[in-house]
């Protein structure tokens, strides 16, 4: 089994040593200590860093990662499976979310893009001219455009590639 230094294993990997030294520091990786003080890494890290790197690209926070983590170290692949499927199904019902979010937001832009390309009232801007939205039925549509801590953009890759 080799050990890697972290200059080593960031280029074995393609992760940059300043997030391993993260890694290390969340939780989710462990390096042993060389006499001169070195952090040194065993080939089970690069199917941690695998690992960790198919749970963000499903859009996981750290925290479930790590907690998935502690799950595979096991080395039960039923049981990961068992523990990741609630933690998918989370993901789904936040994007459908997003997605009628973003759907009833953009079905509103498209209403005012259509009241802006008529002739415009004489005069200030009032209701019904496409410029003051809130007096325009049916009412405000309220949109969240910020992302969630838990929901991450996320890859289609398959869960276990590592890019």
């Known amino acids: 089994m080799g050990m ?13 040593a300043s997030t391993l030294r993260f890694y290390e520091q969340a939780g989710l990786l462990t390096a042993a200590r060389s006499a001169a003080g070195y952090r040194l890494y065993d080939d089970t890290a690069l199917g941690r860093l695998e690992f960790i790197a198919s749970g963000k690209r499903l859009g996981l926070p750290l925290d479930e990662i790590r907690d998935l983590l502690a799950v595979w170290d096991q080395g039960v692949c039923a049981s990961v499976r068992d523990q990741l499927r609630p933690m998918i199904a989370a993901r ?54 910020t992302t969630p801590a838990k929901a991450r953009a996320t890859n289609s890759e398959p869960f276990g590639v590592l890019r």
């Open 92 to 145: 789904i019902a936040e994007a459908d979310r997003r997605v009628a979010e973003l759907t009833a937001f953009s079905e509103r832009l498209t209403e005012l893009h259509d009241q802006l390309g008529a002739p415009a009232p004489v005069g200030a801007c009032g209701p019904g001219c496409g410029c003051v939205t809130a007096a325009t039925p049916p009412g405000p549509v309220m949109v969240e455009l």
């Open 4 to 16: 890697y230094r972290i200059s080593q294993l960031a280029e074995r990997s393609g992760v940059p």
